[in-house]
Structures are given as structure tokens and as C-alpha cells.
């Protein structure tokens, strides 16, 4: 069983910045965060594999980036330039031994 714990949501204004973190029991190869907004499905945000390889959704490209830290077993989403469109519940996602798992996800709402 894997848990992963997020943190770091919160409340900001239209432009500002955020940061998400997510901590893992151990170190996951294939990592991301999905995001869902109020009436819409859950989607991808972005993800990280092995040390740096990183893919961003189109609407995110340029204003988010992840990182990882491989010696706290942690990845962090910064995000700038924050839109009312991001507002959503982040959920941290890690894929282990064929199984997905996901955190409880943290709140973000940018106001406009």
C-alpha cells in the first residue's frame, strides 16, 4: 500500500503562485498530478518519470513545473501565473507495481 500525502493548496489571486507537494513512502518511478474541477472529469496535469523526463497538459505548459526530490521521496508542482480555470482539487498520482495510486487531493481556488 502506498499513501501519498498532499499539501500546499490553498487561495490565490488571478497571476499568483502556488506550490503543491507530495510525499511517497518510497521513490516512484512514474509520478504526476491530475486536477478536477466542479462538473468535469478528472484530468492530467503533468508528470515526471525517472529523474526529470516531464510531460504538461497543453493548458498548463509554461506556467507549471514539477520537480522531484529523490532523497525526500517528495514531488512538487510550482505553479505561476495562476488562471481561475486552475481553481480544482489536486490530486497527487503515482503508479507502483502495475497499481495506480492516488492522494486525497488539496484544494486550489484562484479567485479573478
Known amino acids: 500500500q502506498v499513501q501519498l500525502v498532499e499539501s500546499g493548496g490553498g487561495l490565490v489571486q488571478h497571476g499568483g503562485s502556488l506550490r503543491l507537494s507530495c510525499a511517497s513512502p518510497?521513490?516512484?518511478?512514474?509520478m504526476g498530478w491530475y486536477r478536477q474541477s466542479p462538473g468535469k472529469e478528472r484530468e492530467l496535469v503533468t508528470t515526471?518519470?525517472?529523474?526529470?523526463?516531464?510531460y504538461y497538459a497543453d493548458s498548463v505548459k509554461g506556467r507549471f513545473t514539477i520537480s522531484r526530490d529523490t532523497t525526500k521521496n517528495t514531488v512538487t508542482l510550482q505553479m505561476n501565473s495562476l488562471k481561475p480555470e486552475d481553481t480544482a482539487v489536486y490530486y497527487c498520482?503515482?503508479?507502483?507495481?502495475?497499481?495506480?495510486?492516488w492522494g486525497k487531493g488539496t484544494l486550489v481556488t484562484v479567485s479573478s
Open positions: 515526471i518519470t525517472g529523474g526529470s523526463r516531464s
Open positions: 498520482y503515482a503508479k507502483y507495481a502495475g497499481i495506480d495510486y
Open positions: 518510497l521513490y516512484i518511478y512514474a
